[in-house]
Nanobody, 117 residues
Framework: QVHLVESGGGLVQPGGSLRLSCAAS????????MGWYRQAPGKQRELVAT???????TYADSVKGRFTISRDNAKNTVSLQMNSLKPEDTAVYYC???????????WGQGTQVIVSS
């Protein structure tokens, strides 16, 4: 199982930006797809963005054009650049990695993002 450590959450005003980072233990190069999920209070967890081993990205419609997911395989990290943040982006954001063959999932502890004036 991969151990994930997230950072970068915080309080930001609407229209502002944050960059989340997730560091994975060991090497995940060419073996894991990576993604970000979020869960707002009282709501179910939802997919925000994913990135495959070859760099192909997928985004939820609600964040397209505003969020960018990227991975640095040499450093075993995945990041989420969040721009033009909206109050509805407020949630706990979780990093996820999934082994492309075994489908084994690992989750980070979550990092809080609050978008408020």
């Amino acid at each position: 199982q991969v151990h994930l450590v997230e950072s970068g959450g915080g309080l930001v005003q609407p229209g502002g930006s944050l960059r989340l980072s997730c560091a994975a233990s060991g090497s995940i190069f060419s073996s894991y797809a990576m993604g970000w999920y979020r869960q707002a209070p009282g709501k179910q967890r939802e997919l925000v963005a994913t990135i495959t081993t070859d760099g192909t990205t997928t985004y939820a419609d609600s964040v397209k054009g505003r969020f960018t997911i990227s991975r640095d395989n040499a450093k075993n990290t995945v990041s989420l650049q969040m721009n033009s943040l909206k109050p509805e982006d407020t949630a706990v954001y979780y990093c996820n990695v999934r082994h492309i063959l075994t489908s084994q999932n690992s989750w980070g502890q979550g990092t809080q993002v609050i978008v408020s004036s």
